[in-house]
Nanobody, 119 residues
Framework: QVQLVESGGGLVQAGGSLRLSCAAS????????MGWYRQAPEKQRELVAT???????NYADSVKGRFTVSRDNAKNTVYLQMNSLEPEDTAVYYC?????????????WGQGTQVTVSS
């Protein structure tokens, strides 16, 4: 059984910062890419940022220069440092991990954490 548990969401004023964390646990052999997605009300889920095992990163254009994704491979944890937050960043943030568990490779998702940015 593999679980991804997110933490760090909350309410913040525009211009503020938040740091999200997501820890993967369970029978995990190897984690490939980890990442963050978000879904605002009445919108589709969208990519925010991803990071590979070796640390290569990819960002949505809307967050470049403001958000930083990182991971700690020893802890099976991915982070998202969000600075200069804008009301448009308000969404439920989901982490995901492409990983190998019990000889099966698939993508797992966390339960989501709410981020609300007030103007």
């Amino acid at each position: 059984q593999v679980q991804l548990v997110e933490s760090g969401g909350g309410l913040v004023q525009a211009g503020g910062s938040l740091r999200l964390s997501c820890a993967a646990s369970g029978s995990i052999s190897f984690i490939y890419t980890m990442g963050w997605y978000r879904q605002a009300p009445e919108k589709q889920r969208e990519l925010v940022a991803t990071v590979t095992t070796r640390g290569s990163t990819n960002y949505a254009d809307s967050v470049k220069g403001r958000f930083t994704v990182s991971r700690d491979n020893a802890k099976n944890t991915v982070y998202l440092q969000m600075n200069s937050l804008e009301p448009e960043d308000t969404a439920v943030y989901y982490c995901n991990a492409d990983l190998l568990s019990r000889f099966t490779r698939r993508v797992y998702w966390g339960q989501g954490t709410q981020v609300t940015v007030s103007s």
